[in-house]
């Protein structure tokens, strides 16, 4: 199950700056923590918490959960689109 509404936008947002807008890890957690955005866990966002998030294949729902596949937040193409930024340099 996807969790709020908010989150599953907050992510979809940073796998769109990070792919169409050139924005790095910095930039975008920098963005977020201005916004006052909190995370999960720890509060403020960071490179890390960034980077994380832009590697992780469970978002295009390729992650098995309990048998039951994760839903997917985001399309396989924006997925690709970041590792292709990635292998491109375009942080």
Not at 25 to 38: D, R
Not at 56 to 82: D, R, V
Request: aromatic share 10%; glycine share 6%; net charge negative.
């Amino acid at each position: 199950m996807p969790g709020p509404r908010e989150e599953i936008d907050i992510i979809g947002w940073v796998f769109n700056q990070y792919a169409f807008e050139n924005k790095g890890y910095h930039k975008i957690a920098s963005e977020l923590n201005q916004q006052q955005v909190s995370t999960e866990k720890v509060g403020t966002w960071s490179v890390s918490t960034i980077c994380a998030i832009i590697f992780n294949e469970s978002y295009i729902g390729s992650k098995i959960i309990t048998k039951n596949a994760h839903p997917a937040l985001i399309t396989k193409e924006l997925f690709e689109q970041c590792s292709h930024c990635y292998t491109n340099q375009c942080l």
